[in-house]
């Protein structure tokens, strides 16, 4: 391949003859002018201001209080409600279930009142706590009554 005459090409390009296998195969070679390297850059200058602003911000945003609470376990009362309910079935193991779940209904209770307001973020689980753990320890007395325990 030859380059037009009329352009001036920035690629130089230079044609090898060779003879492989089973005939002549042209390879075309394209060698790039080399590039000059750039200039170093000097470093970037930090400017610093000092003094007071121009103008001053009138409006300042109110900061977000940050309330912590206190965690009430309501998750994991939940989670024994749900334990005590299956084993309110074994004699002897029922006893314990009730205990646990009777221990359950009366740590849920002083905290009813949030699940109203719905600011505590375990408010969703209080009900259902007392709600599992009252049915866990129904079931624990009517089995101890059944099986004459």
């Given at each position: ?61 109110p900061q977000q209080l940050f309330i ?52 505590h973020p375990e408010s969703g689980k ?24």
């Amino acid at each position: 391949m030859q380059p037009d005459d009329n352009s001036q090409p920035t690629i130089q390009d230079s044609v090898v003859g060779r003879d492989m296998h089973t005939g002549n195969v042209i390879h075309n070679h394209y060698h790039l002018p080399p590039t000059p390297q750039p200039a170093q850059q000097p470093p970037p200058q930090t400017v610093i201001y000092s003094g007071l602003p121009p103008q001053s911000i009138p409006y300042q945003q109110p900061q977000q209080l940050f309330i912590p609470y206190k965690k009430i376990h309501a998750f994991d009362w939940v989670v024994y409600g749900v334990i005590s309910i299956l084993f309110a079935f074994f004699p002897g193991v029922n006893i314990c279930c009730g205990l646990v779940s009777g221990v359950g209904i009366l740590s849920m209770l002083p905290h009813l009142h949030k699940s109203k307001n719905k600011l505590h973020p375990e408010s969703g689980k209080i009900v259902p706590a007392i709600v599992l753990n009252s049915i866990a320890l129904f079931l624990s007395i009517f089995v101890m009554i059944l099986m004459g325990v």
